[in-house]
């Protein structure tokens, strides 16, 4: 008998983290491998805010602290959902973690019962399903369409719903795909979702800042009617470069909220002291790099969307959010480049050119692959022409 619990055997590790990985791995082989599998931007954290940890631990804020987060740093969230959502809670309705990672994982190990049904739309973001699997649910995949910029449909939505949907997962901007839900689109979905009282959603907002094009945020949370059948996930990592200092934090009900600092006094206890104090700066400090540095990713954005574009074979969407693209490889699957699957794709793509992406399969639509470009434009001018060159040498 194997001493490896039931529940993780239903599990994979992350494959985004596993590309990572290996082209880390390639590379201290001495090959010139190029990773655009990494979902981290590649700024730095800004100098305001690291200087605001190095006051915390000079002054001792160097202890344990409450376990869902400090007075302090729940309240610079509080006012955050005010001024840039216009979203009212209270302390009591706002929990901080060990990154949005951890937030969202001991959501569902709270709430979920066996059998209980998660609504993921994908392409999704790899560890939801895994998460909801891991807390005894049921994930309940809908494929979401390249024409419809691969968001969830009103009726897709309602044909998804059953008596056991506990929750939906609503990601914009998205995670694999950039795509980002319009106010109109989500006051479509609200529509279903007031009907179905019993379902909560789940918003996972950690790219709000990375937008473009003048694209309008909004969260589904800004519905009255859903408000209090919200959790809004939200974090540091993303906006303020700061993936390493693992703080995220939500608002919503109380219920779920006291729920989840429960799971937390019995497993983690609190997010780290230090990076609560850096991320009371990241939110109450100046936000000027936001723009300077969404300016940053546009560009580049503009500059793999129309390379992509040119490529014989691929087909790539230009998304308003997040920094990454989703570009579609069918074309290249066939008898004549002997290619069957998006796997293969990437794995011969990392092989002959050095250039590491992460293959749609493993976001849960087949048939893309994933290209952050949260990396430096001289990277991905490099990258870009590997896939060309491949691409070519392939038909
Ligand atoms: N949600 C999405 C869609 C993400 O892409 C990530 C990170 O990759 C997270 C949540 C978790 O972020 P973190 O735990 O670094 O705060």
New binding site residues.
């Given amino acids: 008998m194997s001493i490896i619990s039931n529940s993780l055997k239903r599990i994979k590790p992350s494959p985004?983290i596993a590309v990572t990985q290996k082209a880390r791995e390639l590379k201290a082989a001495g090959k010139n491998v190029i990773g655009l599998g990494a979902?981290?931007p590649d700024f730095d954290t800004p100098n305001n805010i690291k200087q605001a940890a190095i006051e915390a631990i000079n002054k001792g804020d160097t202890k344990y602290t409450a376990v869902d987060g400090t007075p302090i740093l729940k309240q610079a969230i509080v006012n955050k959902f005010k001024s840039e959502n216009n979203l009212e809670y209270s302390i009591d309705e706002v929990t901080v973690g060990?990154?949005?990672?951890?937030?969202?994982y001991n959501t569902f190990m709270a709430t979920l019962n066996k059998g209980d049904e998660v609504i993921i739309p994908a392409p999704y973001?790899v560890?939801y399903p895994d998460m909801v699997l891991l807390a005894g649910g049921k994930p309940k995949i809908v494929k979401c369409n390249e024409n419809d910029g691969f968001k969830l449909t009103p009726k897709n939505l309602k044909k998804a719903i059953t008596k056991k949907t506990k929750w939906l997962i609503l990601?914009s901007p998205?995670?694999p795909t950039g795509a980002s839900y319009t106010k109109e689109e989500i006051k479509s979905l609200s529509k279903i979702l007031i009907r179905n009282k019993k379902i909560h959603i789940l918003s996972?907002d950690?790219?709000e800042h990375i937008t473009y094009d003048n694209f309008n945020f909004f969260t589904i949370a800004q519905i009255s009617e859903l408000k209090e059948r919200t959790l809004t996930?939200n974090?540091?990592?993303?906006s303020y470069a700061m993936?390493g200092w693992?703080?995220?934090y939500a608002a919503g009900p109380k219920e779920i909220i006291k729920a989840i600092g429960k799971i937390q006094s019995q497993s983690t206890s609190n997010p780290s002291s230090v990076s609560q104090a850096a991320a009371v700066e990241a939110l109450n400090g100046t936000q000027e790099f936001i723009e300077t540095r969404a300016e940053a990713f546009k560009k580049r954005r503009d500059f793999v969307v129309e390379s992509l574009n040119k490529i014989k074979g691929i087909n790539c969407l230009k998304p308003n959010g997040?920094f990454y693209v989703f570009p579609s490889c069918k074309q290249l699957l066939n008898k004549k480049t002997k290619l069957k699957t998006d796997k293969e794709f990437v794995e011969k793509l990392l092989e002959h050119s050095n250039v590491a992406v992460v293959q749609g399969s493993a976001f849960g639509l087949e048939g893309y692959f994933r290209i952050s470009y949260a990396t430096s434009m001289e990277n991905l001018k490099k990258a870009l022409e590997r896939i060309s060159n491949f691409c070519k040498n392939l038909s």
């Fill in positions: 985004t979902g981290e060990t990154g949005g990672k951890q937030v969202i973001w560890s990601n998205s995670n996972d950690i790219y996930m974090g540091v990592s993303k993936t693992r703080i995220g997040a």
